[in-house]
């Protein structure tokens, strides 16, 4: 009799929800859902944000050619790369003192013995190269030190510490002009590059100077030019081009012949 009555409610739709409850299965376990990917890391945790030092640290792995590329990334790693090239280029030249210091205390103190010694080559390298760290000197450091500019050409400082490297680990070098062709041919073309193109837009930025950049008060350049021209010719014979007179009257002191090879 139960069973009619409940076989009636069933067919009325009453207690429906009540019935399907109890015939149906229990409902199956749901899968739990995947994690959400870790959030990309902020700013801070790439290259860039980490301090100097540690930037330096790392970029100390390249070559200085590869990190003069490097300033194009951003205007941190600019800074960054900036101060690692100034720095840098004072490296070789304290490097290349302390070479010269140790072959200038092995050659004998006579002139005429020297010609004739093992490390005759090697003295003659690195007075050619002493002579070339003097011109990118005065190239670039007066607008460096202004911090208008950086030591731009990087790969001049990593040629220049292959030849100091070569000088050190070779007891029979090869002639100084064949050491020093391709460093003199990318410095020359580096001094003439920044002269050309970069030094007329610094010289608008040097303080004290006029919009055309000639500095206020000072002799017009082209009078003096000629001057240290005519001095040069008259002392050493040769004919000086406009653009190197002023670097070859500052280096007139030296006898280095790879001083009048621009």
């Known amino acids: 009799m139960a069973a009619a009555a409940e076989e009636r409610l069933l067919s009325e739709g009453e207690g429906g929800a009540m019935g399907s409850a109890r015939l149906s299965p229990p409902p199956a376990p749901q899968p739990q859902a995947a994690p959400a990917p870790l959030e990309q890391p902020p700013q ?36 960054v790369c900036q101060r690692m090239l100034n720095q840098g280029f004072l490296k070789v030249e304290r490097y290349h003192n ?67 490297r070569y000088v050190n680990s070779t007891r ?30 610094l010289k608008r930025k040097l303080p004290g100077s006029d919009v055309s950049g000639r500095l206020i008060g000072a002799a017009p350049e082209l009078g003096f030019t000629l001057l240290v021209k005519q001095r040069c010719t008259a002392r050493f014979g040769l004919h000086v081009t406009e653009r190197s007179s002023i670097r070859v009257l500052a280096l007139c002191h030296t006898e280095v ?6």
């Open 44 to 79: 801070s945790n790439t290259l860039v944000g980490l301090p100097i030092v540690a930037i330096e640290s790392i970029l100390g792995f390249l070559s200085y050619d590869e990190t003069s590329q490097l300033r194009l990334v951003c205007k941190r790693m600019d800074l």
């Open 98 to 164: 302390l070479c010269q210091k140790q072959v200038k205390a092995q050659l004998p103190r006579r002139e005429s013995e020297r010609r004739n010694h093992s490390l005759a080559r090697h003295a003659d390298i690195l007075a050619a190269v002493e002579t070339r760290l003097s011109l990118l000197n005065m190239t670039f450091m007066k607008y460096v030190d202004s911090n208008l500019c950086c030591f731009i050409p990087g790969k001049v400082i990593d040629e220049i510490y292959r030849v100091l």
């Open 172 to 201: 029979a070098p090869q002639r100084a002009h064949e050491v020093l062709q391709e460093l003199r041919d990318i410095s020359s073309m580096a001094m003439e590059y920044f002269d050309e193109k970069i030094v007329p837009i």
């Open 257 to 262: 012949l790879d001083l009048f090879v621009f």
